[in-house]
């Protein structure tokens, strides 16, 4: 590694735009952000290379990079708040898709969905929207007798979506429609509109937008959407080896003490919220609470702008307190009065989905014992340019019930996801 630190020191580093996230597995290689820049140094093969962000350096993937860096480019991605290029370019390669399908528990969902209500959906007009592969579409087709299911994918991945659709002998039911939902037509109203478009915390990426959107001009009235609610949960939590990781690790090393490097460890690994995070039962401080609650035929793309939401937890068993976690329920109503309700839950007591949970790190941990409570409030602000992206602010107090002192601590933070 001491070789190819030296050599690339020479030549000026060249900036590339992250295509998608990237987790890196072993302490040499370089986690980043979708959007993130990252700075290449050197290009040791044509898979991997040696790069910077934000003064750490690892291995990185370079088909997950695209040159970013040329100014004429990078306007033009400021001109674009929905950032469609990297977004829709993501979904024309198949890491995502991989992720996505490899999701049993996500994709046997909506399988069961359309399996519940296959006699419902006999002879009605479907929209898939954002069908990726066409997995949903196929369920249809192949499950049900729709009379048509448009299957509508903006990314590149339309084109093999269309092979995949003959390849299984699905045309005659399915046709795929290749643009932003947006900015296409429908040649008649639909009787289900159904969509996979959740995201991290649920709206992050916002392609609830497009959801509302093509709800709104397609849906006929009496029609059915699916998901038809969705919930986001919350609760305090220990994260006891992720602190050990990022923040303890800073205490002594070697016989040092590095703890002047905390604060650094603050802002690089707590400022913003841990995507993948997979919480375990135990580790819940209280008995989670559904914060947010969005009913998806009233919802409307202003009401995006700013959801509030509040809670109430009383602490079941003492422990540190190092944050909360975050995660999200959808629910799809029947199309038969009092059929059952498929649920997709991506919490820690239901089978891990390629969601997983978030986690928001608390600056400080504290210590909570059982009986004392910790209530507060939650807000998603989207950011008014980035409109795939949101910050979320949390505001809690915590009561002491054991002191006798009226003890209470009021704290509140900003997590960025990602700008
Ligand atoms: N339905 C597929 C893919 C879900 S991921 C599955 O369940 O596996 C969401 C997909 O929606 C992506 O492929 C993305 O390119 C597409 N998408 C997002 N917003 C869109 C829009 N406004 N118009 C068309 N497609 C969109």
């Known amino acids: 590694m001491q070789t190819e630190k030296e050599d690339e020191d020479d030549a000026a580093p060249e900036e590339y735009v992250a295509l998608c996230d990237f987790t890196g597995s072993g302490s040499d290689q370089l986690s980043f952000s979708r959007a993130d820049k990252v700075l290449v140094h050197a290009k040791p093969s044509s898979e991997w290379w040696w790069a910077e962000l934000q003064a750490v350096r690892g291995y990185v993937p370079a088909s997950y990079l695209h040159q970013g860096g040329a100014e004429e480019e990078e306007d033009t991605s400021l001109d674009?708040?929905?950032q469609d290029e990297e977004y829709f370019g993501s979904y024309g390669m198949l890491k995502l898709h991989l992720e996505m399908l490899s999701d049993k528990s996500r994709t046997e969902a909506y399988r069961q969905v359309i399996l519940s209500n296959s006699a419902s959906l006999n002879n009605k007009v479907v929209v898939d929207l954002g069908c990726g592969t066409g997995i949903i579409s196929l369920f249809c087709a192949q499950l049900a007798q729709p009379s048509v299911v448009y299957a509508v994918e903006a990314s590149s991945m339309a084109e093999y979506t269309k092979q995949l659709v003959k390849q299984n002998g699905c045309e005659d039911i399915v046709t795929v429609l290749q643009g932003r939902a947006e900015e296409l037509e429908l040649p008649e109203q639909v009787d289900v509109l159904v969509s996979e478009w959740m995201g991290n915390c649920l709206l992050f990426e916002f392609m609830v937008e497009s959801v509302l959107s093509a709800r709104d001009?397609?849906?006929?009235?009496g029609g059915?959407?699916?998901p038809s609610s969705a919930a986001l949960t919350?609760?305090?939590c220990q994260a006891d080896s992720y602190y050990t990781e990022k923040m303890a690790f800073w205490e002594r090393l070697y016989g040092l003490d590095f703890t002047p490097l905390q604060p650094l460890a603050?802002?690089?690994?707590f400022s913003k919220p841990k995507f993948s995070h997979l919480i375990e039962p135990g580790d819940c401080l209280a008995a989670p609470c559904d914060v947010v609650c969005l009913n998806m035929y009233t919802l409307q793309i202003?009401?995006?702008?700013?959801?509030k939401g509040q809670f109430h937890f009383c602490v079941e068993k003492?422990?540190?307190?190092?944050?909360?976690?975050?995660?999200f329920t959808v629910h799809f109503k029947s199309l038969e009065t009092g059929g059952a309700t498929v649920e997709l839950n991506t919490g820690p007591t239901s089978e891990p989905t390629h969601w997983k949970q978030t986690l928001f790190m608390l600056d400080r941990p504290v210590s909570v014992y059982a009986g004392?409570?910790?209530?507060?409030t939650i807000l998603l602000r989207r950011n008014p340019t980035w409109r795939r992206h949101m910050t979320v602010t949390l505001n809690w107090n915590i009561n002491n019930s054991t002191e006798e002192t009226d003890d209470c601590q009021v704290a509140t933070k900003t997590f960025p996801m990602w700008r």
């Open 224 to 226: 059915v959407i699916w």
């Open 302 to 307: 202003t009401d995006l702008e700013e959801i």
């Open 217 to 221: 001009r397609w849906l006929r009235e």
């Open 372 to 376: 004392d409570s910790i209530s507060g």
């Open 266 to 269: 603050q802002q690089e690994f």
């Open 80 to 82: 674009d708040p929905w």
């Open 234 to 236: 919350l609760v305090p």
């Open 318 to 327: 003492s422990g540190v307190f190092h944050g909360f976690t975050a995660w």
